[in-house]
C-alpha cells in the first residue's frame, strides 16, 4: 500500500506492506535511526515518536494507521529551541539518559510540556509511565521537566512563571 503522512514537518510517501510497524518505516525507509528498536512489544519506551501530538511507542503503530498522521521523530525534534530546552533542564539535574531511553525521555518531555508548560509532579510521572528505566529515580526526573518547563518559560516570556 501507498501510505502519506507527514514525516518531521514534510510530505513524505512510502510504500509498505500494511502490517509493517512504523519503527521499521522510519529506520528502514527514512534512515531515521534515532528511533531505537528494543523489546518491539510496547514495553521499553525505545522507539517513542510523537503522533498526532501524542508520545506512542512506534513498534506498536502498523503501517495503515500511519496515513494522513503526523510524526515526530528525535532528528526532526532537535532541530527545535524546544528541543534546546529540555537537553538543558536534563543536563542542569543530571538526568541519567542512556542510548536506549534518551529520545524516548527527550520526545515524551516535548509532548508532555506542549500539553502541560507547568508539569505538577503527577503529569510527570504519568507521561514517563510507557518508558522503562530503572535508573532513575522519580525526584530527579521531576525535577529536570521542571527544570525543562522552567527553562522554556523564561525563554518564551523573559521571565519566571
Ligand atoms: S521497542 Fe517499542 S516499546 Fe520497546
Ligand atoms: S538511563 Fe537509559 S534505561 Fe535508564
Same mark, same amino acid.
Given at each position: 500500500?501507498?501510505?502519506?503522512?507527514?514525516?518531521?514537518?514534510?510530505?513524505?510517501?512510502?510504500?509498505?506492506?500494511?502490517?509493517? #510497524?512504523?519503527?521499521?518505516?522510519l529506520?528502514?525507509?527514512?534512515? =531515521?535511526? $534515532?528511533? !531505537?528498536e528494543?523489546?518491539?512489544?510496547?514495553?521499553?519506551?525505545?522507539?517513542?515518536?510523537?503522533?498526532?501530538?501524542?508520545?506512542?511507542?512506534?513498534?506498536?503503530?502498523?503501517?495503515?494507521?500511519?496515513?494522513?498522521?503526523?510524526?515526530?521523530?528525535?532528528? $526532526?525534534?532537535?532541530?527545535?529551541d524546544?528541543?534546546?530546552?529540555?537537553?538543558?533542564?536534563?543536563? #542542569?539535574?543530571?538526568?541519567?539518559?542512556?542510548?536506549?531511553?534518551?529520545?524516548? !525521555?527527550?520526545?515524551?518531555?516535548?509532548?508532555?510540556?506542549?500539553r502541560?508548560?507547568?508539569?505538577? #509532579?503527577?503529569?510527570i510521572?504519568?507521561?514517563?509511565? $510507557?518508558? #522503562?528505566c530503572?535508573?532513575?529515580?522519580?525526584?530527579?526526573?521531576?525535577? %529536570? =521537566?521542571?527544570?525543562? %518547563?522552567?527553562?522554556?518559560?523564561?525563554?518564551?516570556? $523573559?521571565?519566571? %512563571?
Amino acid at each position: 500500500m501507498t501510505i502519506d503522512f507527514i514525516l518531521n514537518g514534510e510530505d513524505v510517501v512510502v510504500r509498505s506492506d500494511a502490517e509493517v #510497524r512504523l519503527v521499521d518505516i522510519l529506520r528502514d525507509s527514512f534512515a =531515521l535511526q $534515532g528511533t !531505537k528498536e528494543s523489546c518491539l512489544t510496547g514495553c521499553c519506551g525505545a522507539c517513542m515518536v510523537i503522533f498526532n501530538g501524542l508520545i506512542v511507542q512506534s513498534c506498536l503503530i502498523p503501517a495503515f494507521s500511519i496515513r494522513g498522521s503526523e510524526v515526530i521523530t528525535i532528528e $526532526g525534534f532537535s532541530q527545535t529551541d524546544e528541543y534546546q530546552d529540555i537537553v538543558e533542564g536534563f543536563s #542542569r539535574t543530571a538526568l541519567d539518559n542512556c542510548a536506549v531511553c534518551r529520545n524516548g !525521555k527527550i520526545l515524551a518531555a516535548e509532548a508532555l510540556l506542549e500539553r502541560i508548560p507547568r508539569p505538577e #509532579r503527577q503529569d510527570i510521572l504519568n507521561a514517563y509511565r $510507557g518508558i #522503562r528505566c530503572r535508573c532513575t529515580d522519580p525526584d530527579t526526573l521531576v525535577a %529536570a =521537566l521542571q527544570a525543562a %518547563a522552567e527553562i522554556r518559560w523564561r525563554r518564551i516570556y $523573559g521571565r519566571s %512563571a
